[in-house]
């Protein structure tokens, strides 16, 4: 799906039977995990979850946009959805380039995406 590891300033993204996991470089620490998955030609983000205690100090930012530059790299677009009840979550997408689409998203959310090409 993704070349990995992923590795930034902060974090590393590593292949996990659960997903991808975050782990913060500074001390080895699993801080979150991501899902993702193909669907239509594209990657798409299931999830991208930063544990409570770590958030506020970019793990979260970071690792998305390694997702998406990698993404840039294999495939037409990116998705992701913001839950109806998070209005944080599609701040957070639209701060990592991806534009809201008409219609509902899952769950009653709405799809965030992408394209490259």
């Known amino acids: 799906m993704l070349p990995l590891p992923l590795t930034g300033a902060r974090v ?15 001390d080895g620490l699993t801080v979150g995990l991501a899902k993702l998955s193909e669907v239509g030609g594209s ?26 530059d990698a993404a840039a790299a294999r495939y037409p677009a990116i998705r992701a959805s913001a839950p109806p009840n998070l209005g944080l979550a599609a701040y957070f997408w639209s701060r990592m380039g991806l534009r809201p689409l008409h219609g509902p998203g899952p769950a009653g959310g709405i799809w965030f995406e992408r394209r490259f090409r």
């Open 43 to 68: 990657l798409v983000v299931e999830a991208l979850c930063i544990d409570d205690r770590h958030r506020g100090y970019g793990c979260g930012s970071e690792a998305a946009a390694l997702i998406v």
């Open 12 to 26: 590393r993204l590593e292949a996990s039977p659960d997903g991808l996991t975050v782990v913060r470089l500074a």
